[in-house]
């Protein structure tokens, strides 16, 4: 008996339902549905009746959900059952803040106000207990500023509760008293300083606490890690022996965690036969170890800067489980039979080891390319196999684009900072033919994987992409037809290939950046989920994360459950066990992806204007890449973007038409619109809200 079943139940009836009803229709007994009523209700996820009846809260006129405060007071209330977003005035709060998790109704609107809009009635669970902040020091004890402007307040930190923080300290304060009078501030306790703001490290340290990404291995985890330092001979048996093929690594100059190799040979029948080598980090990686609880639960590594915080400990993550050259390595490879239309023909799925006749970089491979005779020189022996891998990736390409892949090309920001962390550079990552190609082969690959275990019906961790929304694509075409992109066929069901055309036709044009970016925006975001429903932005109709298992946790779930095919165990052992918690796995791993994923974010935005900083008064050339009703965003060549304020434009009253994307003049009739390049100059680098303000120049 699961929760979902009952609230189906009661959605379909449409009404609240007592206990023996909900019994008798559900056919289980009273002790099996009765615990997970009390559950329920505990959560908040069904209210009882006075008379005894169980409804859930939208059908008695309540809304229970989590609440996402801005920083300007308002907020808005996100509900359980995925309805549309209810807005809550600062006003209506009542002591909720970011993250809360609340109970509350909908307040009398006129007829003509389509919005939705509550009343936050009371907090159910607060959404954290502790905060990431600036010890403001006073005579009483001091207040902490949240890092998280939109949170709600600051904590007032009583004298014999500091734990010797002092003025301008980064600190972790947790909440020891939350007061529910308007206007009064929770009250804390100091439980760690980070260090004085002016500290080197501690920027992003506190950004690291502040997403809650653990930084430290549990003395458990390390001490397990440190007894895996060897490669058992007994786990040679039954494996492949790739050792004297030409397997070899392409990665970034700086990686360490080296999870791919690749190889590549020709059939007697004149196809070609891909190999993709991923590291096997379910050999030393088990299921119900102390290693493999807090690999789940951190769920991926997280880049920044300066630092990586890896998955696994790094006498796994970038010793024995690194494919270095020289080496043995156990993995598990991905043979593919391509023809010369980019189909795999056949594939097979083997457990294998190798060792890596090369450590490749991407510059290294796209000077090879080039032609720049040092280079070739240098790997005159696998020249023949990256020559061969070149023409593949490019058919492999040619096959997706047919099929109406959609490939945006995204501007990606490099910030060089030097051993002080001070950002002294930022550039648009490059990504010549060697990364393209790479991608080409991984995604080939994690294809293959994931149609072979949807072929089987067996659970799975798939990678999903689901339709975007039709009035947000038609929206992306009515902009695209404003600036002159006719679509092909019909606009009421727009598929892949006819959105892959517009942005062709944009290439290297003015606007090309701002559709890429239109239309990334209208895309939902890809998650993992236990049920495949393909993958929109690839026109893919199974796909899966099957090449990273050393820094995501979805791609070690993927590998432990190839190896249980492989013994053909397919009701027991680990397959059994995903079956059970799938979705909960894959929603967690989701939910810690898009943590890291704010994380850098968060930190690119902090070096970012921690870089402009040194640039207030200069002019730069820009393009508008936002509009909105309080302003414009414009982005730098090297892709830093700043605000516009609506104030500052004080030449006209502007108004905002969301339909266009632009902000339009009354008097005049002067439009900023996006993609457009204007001049501006920045005026303020506001490090502690992360904000850049620019201005336009006459």
């Keep these: 008996m699961k929760q979902e079943t009952i609230i189906e139940l009661l959605k379909q009836e449409q009404r609240p339902m007592k206990f023996d009803e909900l019994k008798q229709k559900l056919e289980v007994t009273a002790d099996e549905i009765g615990p997970i009523l009390d559950e329920m209700k505990s959560e908040h996820l069904l209210i009882k009746t006075k008379k005894g009846a169980y409804a859930l809260p939208s059908q008695l006129g309540y809304i229970v959900g989590s609440m996402q405060r801005k920083e300007r007071g308002f907020g808005f209330l996100i509900p359980d059952d995925g309805e549309e977003d209810v807005f809550v005035a600062s006003s209506n709060m009542n002591g909720a803040f970011n993250g809360d998790r609340v109970l509350a109704s909908f307040s009398h609107k006129t007829p003509q106000d389509k919005r939705k809009e509550g009343i936050v009635l009371k907090v159910l669970k607060r959404g954290r207990e502790s905060l990431v902040g600036t010890f403001e020091e006073i005579p009483s004890g001091g207040f902490v500023v949240p890092e998280d402007k939109s949170w709600g307040s600051d904590v007032f930190v009583p004298r014999d509760k500091k734990n010797g923080a002092k003025a301008n300290d980064k600190v972790i304060v947790r909440i020891t008293k939350w007061d529910k009078s308007a206007g009064r501030n929770p009250i804390g306790a100091i439980d760690e300083v980070l260090g004085s703001a002016l500290d080197v490290g501690v920027d992003i340290l506190c950004i690291i606490k502040e997403k809650g990404i653990r930084t430290e291995f549990e003395p458990s985890t390390?001490?397990?890690?440190?007894?895996?330092?060897?490669?058992?001979?007994?786990?040679?048996?039954?494996?492949?022996?790739?050792?004297?093929?030409?397997?070899?690594?392409?990665?970034?100059?700086?990686?360490?965690?080296?999870?791919?190799?690749?190889?590549?040979?020709?059939?007697?029948?004149?196809?070609?036969?891909?190999?993709?080598?991923?590291?096997?980090?379910?050999?030393?990686?088990?299921?119900?170890?102390?290693?493999?609880?807090?690999?789940?639960?951190?769920?991926?590594?997280?880049?920044?800067?300066?630092?990586?915080?890896?998955?696994?400990?790094?006498?796994?993550?970038?010793?024995?489980?690194?494919?270095?050259?020289?080496?043995?390595?156990?993995?598990l490879s991905c043979f593919m039979e391509i023809n010369s239309q980019g189909k795999v023909v056949a594939y097979d799925i083997k457990k294998s080891f190798i060792k890596s006749v090369a450590r490749l970089t991407y510059d290294e491979v796209n000077d090879i390319y080039d032609g720049q005779k040092p280079a070739i020189k240098k790997r005159k022996a696998i020249f023949e196999e990256l020559h061969m891998m070149k023409n593949l990736a490019e058919t492999l390409a040619a096959m997706r684009y047919r099929r109406g892949s959609l490939e945006l090309d995204i501007d990606e920001a490099h910030i060089k900072v030097d051993k002080n962390g001070i950002p002294v550079d930022i550039s648009t990552r490059k990504r010549g033919i060697s990364h393209k190609m790479i991608e080409e082969f991984m995604l080939c690959a994690n294809e293959t994987v994931a149609q072979h275990v949807s072929d089987l019906n067996l659970s799975f961790m798939y990678r999903i992409h689901a339709q975007p929304d039709p009035e947000k694509i038609l929206e992306f075409v009515r902009f695209a037809q404003n600036l002159g992109y006719a679509v092909k066929g019909s606009t009421h069901d727009v598929q892949t290939k006819q959105l892959q055309e517009i942005l062709d036709a944009a290439n290297d044009k003015p606007e090309e950046n701002v559709l890429n970016l239109i239309m990334l925006r209208t895309m939902q975001k890809a998650v993992y989920s236990s049920a495949n429903v393909g993958h929109f932005g690839l026109a893919s109709e199974c796909y899966c994360h099957f090449t990273s298992p050393i820094r995501r946790y979805p791609d070690l779930v993927v590998h432990r459950i190839l190896k249980q095919i492989a013994k053909k165990e397919f009701t027991g052992g680990y397959i059994k066990h995903f079956g059970d918690n799938s979705q909960e796995i894959a929603k967690h791993c989701s939910d810690k992806e898009r943590s890291a994923m704010l994380a850098e974010r968060a930190v690119d935005d902090l070096k970012m204007t921690e870089y402009m900083t040194e640039r207030v008064g200069q002019e730069f050339d820009a393009v508008i890449s936002g509009v909105t009703d309080f302003g414009i965003f414009a982005e730098l060549e090297n892709t830093v973007e700043g605000l516009i304020r609506m104030t500052s434009l004080d030449d006209d009253y502007y108004e905002f038409e969301e339909q266009g994307y632009l902000l339009r003049g009354k008097r005049t009739g002067k439009v900023y619109k996006l993609g457009q390049h204007i001049r501006i100059k920045c005026i303020k680098a506001d490090i502690t809200m992360r904000q850049i303000d620019f201005d336009i120049c006459e």
């Excluded at 390390?222 to 494996?239: E, F, H, V």
């Excluded at 920044?304 to 993995?331: A, H, K, Q, W, Y």
């Design 222 to 331: 390390l001490a397990q890690a440190s007894k895996i330092n060897t490669i058992d001979p007994q786990s040679l048996k039954g494996r492949l022996d790739l050792t004297q093929r030409n397997v070899f690594t392409i990665d970034g100059s700086d990686a360490k965690d080296l999870d791919d190799a690749i190889s590549i040979e020709k059939t007697k029948g004149g196809n070609l036969r891909l190999g993709v080598h991923i590291a096997d980090v379910s050999n030393y990686v088990k299921p119900g170890t102390p290693l493999d609880d807090e690999a789940f639960d951190r769920a991926t590594s997280v880049y920044f800067v300066d630092r990586v915080i890896p998955m696994l400990p790094e006498n796994i993550s970038n010793g024995l489980c690194s494919l270095s050259e020289g080496n043995l390595r156990l993995t």
